[in-house]
């Protein structure tokens, strides 16, 4: 994708229907794991592909945009410390864009390695650290509680993530492949 | 559907008359307002006034019940964990120890530990009849408009508005193809292994991810088509021009914001400590 | 002098992308106030046309040009898209992805909006453009809350309000129901009417397009112009059944039966048809057309029993539907959109239990079965293939259903093997389905189903969108398994496919079926017709121009007949 401009038109319709599929994914493809309160969130892994997709400016709009109209629309009312971990996963995830060609079906062993490192970093900052901070500045609560919640929600995406995203940008990867060369059959 | 969504909720009220972006800097005022202040007195009044409002606004109790009960388990839920996680937390933070009865090994109720819960609670508690009420009074159109007379570039705040006009034709989309999948045998129920229902999930992930991809190009083209991003601005159909009450709304919540810092200041901190 | 206001000069066009030039050697005027058809089987460059003249050709789709193309006297080349947006208007094919307002009055001001008018001037003008399309009264509407039809008056509404000359629609009868295209055809022509705009269609249902008079047709194949003429004229030739596109049916049937159709008969369309001069031929061709036996009916497969269903109690969705659908059967089930057809299919797949009534599957109850179970026994194809697809490789998208259910790997490979030589697909096991087109990607979700063995296929929209080849094609196909004996129901409402491919009809209509009955009665009889959004087909209207007795059989004839030319 060699856009000119930062928000270019098809930047801003990618961050609007992917905050829109975030919120499906969101509601309705989440899978309990059989631990209380901790799911597959399989919209990570989206926002993974559309973070390496369209870059960290999208990947922080769609994590930002996509989890608050998830909140407002479930429960009534934002939270905001989880959302705006979720633009830092959406933006950290997106500053591998410009290492990985996905969408010149370039997916290989290293850039797997590439995106994992980043995936691994941007659910540690977003949920060791921009979470549980906010929720104490803002909430007030018990430390111990709030990195438990940040460390589960933590590892559960980086797994999420590093299996679900992976396999996803991998079979995306695929379908570019062949494109550019084709001839009319 | 077993799951419903929030939406708007048309009503004839005072609370609807005022412009979107009114109600966005009052929730946003509020909401500050509520998470800076640990104040029992001023989040009961913030509370209470929240309330009003609701009843302002001549929305029903019924049509927002079903999140009002979600919210309500949840804020048990946390209750609890904070609980067994930090039992003393109140104690720590007024400076003393109330003990009212051991339950059991290293846990016993403290009425600081009580006091701080209360807070903590009537704290998510104070925000709830706001936020509810921004998204059942505020039409969707308006919203665009509203963010972006807030400051946010009107291309941030058009986003928003294709991520809401689209929320239900990618909720089609997706009903649509676990429909086919499922049709095929692929079983999403709880029926199947944890391993097996991820593998499972992909078969649905990757029909929506490409024909959503299909769909930011269409809706790409059809943009530039009808001129979008030409200019520096743009103007918006719905947008709504501010009148005396909008003035009068925002005046209140700032009101709201202003003294919840005066508070922290004669508190000498966030918390209010009765014990004192 | 009729002023020019597209002009092509030896234009060609080349994506960044391909290998070979889309568009060659283009040489085309178009006048101001001129309606011109654009026909062309699909890959024959007429979408690459049409975006060469609003502006997407080169800027956002990039590729490199060589010749001339001036829009208003302006070479297109020096411009953008914004500055040709205020001289054509393009009305997209896809009524929901140019519908991007939340509401009807938001999506028509969009472009002015983006054109910063203020806002006084836009609510007025939006009530003029609305009104236009008579759209006025659904201004607060959400857009799906609207019906196809209506989201495509908007889309008008919206390129119209930027007072463009040229009005460009792109397929516009794709996602539409027969009657509603009519509508379409008909506003389209009122409007030029009224306001002398020039009008470029693109489009592959020639007979639709021709309900209304257009002044030029434009054949377009492998990315050339191969004719730019009148409709009378081309109707004459064989140029369009040799380029693949379908001529309107009574035109096939006067050839059939021999006529010359020349201009002199008015051959535009079935009203203006002058058939006195084929009157005899046409008589004498259908008296030699032997009758077919009517079929003996075998056991029932499925069936419905007063089968009523609704979210809840108050609001019926279906309202006590009894039909048998016979083994070995082709049937459609047709209905205007949100007549409940879908809902109808996800009954029998299980993922809606009837509120009252039973579905027998071989004379079983099916109410106890899940919905994988079921799967064994009915399978399921989507609309769109896209929607079905998930694995790279052919071989594992057909694999998986197989894959899931613990079937072991050798089983696996002589199952997807076999099924894929029975559709064609054998060779191509290895390619990755993103090498593949439309129609071959449909035959690969109808791979992925047959592969579950079951006994009967449900597909919804089995042709929507396909040129007249591919539609041939995938049907072909289908009819192929029914003649080894698969059950197959098909949800539609493409007509051709309905009358040339099952020989029985249920209507659904509001949430009630209306009709069951022979294909051929139910496309000639006004009152179903009218309730299921159909229209007449012009083969009955011919069939009573030359005064033959049993019209109904003459449609029936000329389907038989035509089937046989065309294998």
Request: aromatic fraction near 10%.
């Amino acid at each position: 994708m060699n856009e000119k401009k930062i928000l270019s038109i098809k930047t801003i319709v990618a961050i609007g229907i992917g905050a829109a599929v975030f919120l499906v994914l969101g509601r309705f493809a989440a899978i309990p794991t059989g631990v209380p309160n901790t799911e597959i969130q399989t919209a990570y892994a989206f926002l993974a592909l559309m973070a390496v997709l369209y870059g960290p400016v999208a990947g922080a709009a769609i994590g930002f945009i996509g989890h608050t109209l998830k909140d407002v629309t479930a429960y009534g009312m934002p939270w905001f410390s989880w959302i705006i971990a979720s633009a830092v996963v959406g933006l950290i995830m997106g500053l591998a864009w410009k290492k990985l060609h996905v969408s010149e079906g370039v997916f290989g062993k290293k850039e797997m390695i590439t995106f994992n490192i980043y995936q691994i970093i941007a659910n540690l900052i977003a949920w060791g650290l921009v979470a549980p901070t906010l929720d104490i500045v803002i909430y007030a609560e018990p430390l111990d509680k709030l990195y438990l919640q940040g460390s589960v929600a933590g590892i559960s995406n980086i797994i999420t993530v590093g299996v679900l995203g992976t396999a996803l940008l991998y079979a995306y990867a695929k379908t570019r492949t062949k494109k550019g060369s084709l001839d009319k059959e | 559907m077993s799951q419903t969504m929030l939406g708007y909720i048309k009503q004839d009220s005072p609370i609807h008359y005022l412009t979107g972006a009114t109600k966005l800097i009052c929730l946003l005022l509020f909401s500050f307002a509520s998470m800076l202040t640990y104040d029992t007195r001023l989040l009961a009044i913030i509370l209470i006034f929240s309330i009003v409002m609701f009843k302002v606004s001549k929305i029903q109790f019924k049509d927002v019940a079903f999140v009002v009960y979600f919210i309500l388990v949840f804020l048990l839920l946390n209750n609890i964990a904070i609980f067994l996680f930090s039992p003393y937390e109140g104690v720590k933070i007024y400076g003393m120890r109330t003990d009212l009865f051991k339950l059991v090994g290293p846990y016993t109720v403290t009425v600081e530990q009580l006091f701080y819960q209360f807070n903590i609670t009537l704290k998510y508690l104070s925000i709830i009849p706001m936020a509810l009420l921004f998204m059942v009074a505020t039409h969707p159109s308006e919203f665009a408009a509203s963010l972006n007379r807030i400051g946010v570039s009107y291309k941030g705040a058009y986003a928003v508005a294709i991520a809401l006009r689209y929320i239900p034709d990618v909720q089609r989309d997706y009903h649509d193809i676990a429909f086919a999948q499922q049709a095929r045998g692929i079983d999403m129920s709880k029926k199947e292994k944890l391993s097996k229902r991820i593998k499972n999930i992909t078969a649905i992930l990757l029909p929506l991810i490409f024909s959503s991809l299909d769909r930011i190009e269409t809706i790409s083209c059809a943009m530039e088509l009808r001129a979008f991003g030409n200019n520096k601005k743009r103007t918006w159909y719905s947008a709504r021009p501010f009148k005396k009450g909008d003035y009068i709304a925002i005046g209140v919540a700032t009101a709201f914001l202003v003294v919840a810092f005066l508070m922290m200041i004669k508190n000498g901190g966030r918390f209010y400590n009765p014990f004192l | 002098m009729k002023k020019p206001v597209i002009e092509f000069k030896d234009f060609n066009f080349q994506y960044n992308a391909q290998a070979k030039p889309t568009l060659k050697h283009i040489n085309l005027t178009i006048y101001e106030g001129e309606k011109v058809l654009i026909v062309g089987p699909s890959g024959s460059g007429k979408s690459t046309l049409s975006n060469c003249i609003n502006g997407l050709v080169p800027f956002y789709y990039e590729g490199e040009i060589t010749g001339s193309l001036l829009i208003n006297g302006k070479e297109t080349k020096n411009s953008s898209i914004f500055e040709l947006s205020n001289e054509v208007g393009t009305v997209l094919q896809d009524p929901d992805g140019q519908f991007i307002g939340l509401t009807v009055a938001e999506d028509i001001a969009f472009k002015l909006e983006n054109d910063c008018v203020p806002q006084e001037e836009m609510k007025e003008r939006v009530r003029k453009a609305s009104k236009l399309v008579e759209i006025d009264n659904q201004l607060e509407s959400a857009p799906h809350s609207l019906s196809g039809g209506q989201k495509q008056r908007v889309n008008l509404a919206g390129v119209m309000i930027g007072d463009v000359n040229i009005l460009l629609f792109d397929e516009p009868l794709a996602s539409l129901d027969p009657a509603t295209g009519k509508t379409a055809i008909e506003l389209i022509d009122e409007l030029q009417k009224k306001t002398g705009k020039t009008i470029i269609i693109i489009e592959h249902r020639l007979e639709d397009v021709l309900h209304q008079e257009v002044d030029r047709i434009i054949v377009m194949d492998e990315g050339t112009i191969i004719s730019d003429t009148s409709t009378e004229e081309l109707l004459g030739q064989s140029l369009l059944k040799d380029t693949g596109i379908r001529e309107p049916l009574y035109i096939t049937a006067l050839k059939y039966a021999g006529c010359r159709v020349i201009s002199e008969m008015k051959p535009q369309r079935i009203h203006t048809l002058q058939v006195e001069s084929c009157k005899d031929q046409l008589v004498t061709w259908y008296a030699d057309q032997s009758k077919e036996l009517i079929e003996e009916k075998a056991e029932v497969i499925l069936e419905f029993d007063k089968v009523s269903f609704g979210y809840n109690p108050q609001k019926e969705i279906l309202k006590d539907i009894s039909f048998k659908v016979y083994k070995g059967e082709m049937l459609s089930i047709v209905g205007k959109n949100g007549a409940g057809k879908s809902t109808l299919s996800k009954l029998v797949c299980g993922f809606f239990k009837p509120t009252k009534g039973r579905i027998l599957f071989e004379g079983k109850d099916m109410i106890e079965d899940t919905i994988k179970e079921r799967a064994q026994k009915i399978g399921m194809v989507m609309q769109n293939p896209n929607q079905m697809i998930s694995q790279n490789m052919i071989f594992d998208e057909v694999a998986l259903g197989l894959r899931v259910r613990g079937i072991g790997e050798e089983e696996v490979t002589k199952r997807v093997n076999e099924t894929l030589k029975v559709c064609g697909l054998y060779p191509f096991r290895n390619w990755p389905i993103s090498a593949l087109s439309f129609g071959q990607k449909k035959r690969v979700t109808i791979a992925a189903i047959l592969v579950l063995r079951p006994e009967m296929l449900i597909l919804d929209e089995p042709t929507a969108g396909q040129d007249f080849k591919h539609y041939t094609e995938i049907m072909e196909f289908l009819k192929g398994l029914n003649q080894q004996g698969m059950t197959i129901i098909m949800i539609t409402h493409d007509m051709h496919l309905m009358l040339e491919y099952t020989d029985r009809a249920i209507v659904v209509s509001e949430g009630q079926k209306v009709a069951d009955d022979l294909t051929t009665y139910i496309l000639t009889d006004e009152e179903t017709i009218n309730k299921a959004y159909l229209k007449k087909t012009s083969l009955y209207e011919l069939a009573l121009k030359v005064g033959i007795d049993e019209p109904r059989a003459f449609v029936k004839c000329f389907i038989d007949y035509d089937r046989r030319m065309r294998l």
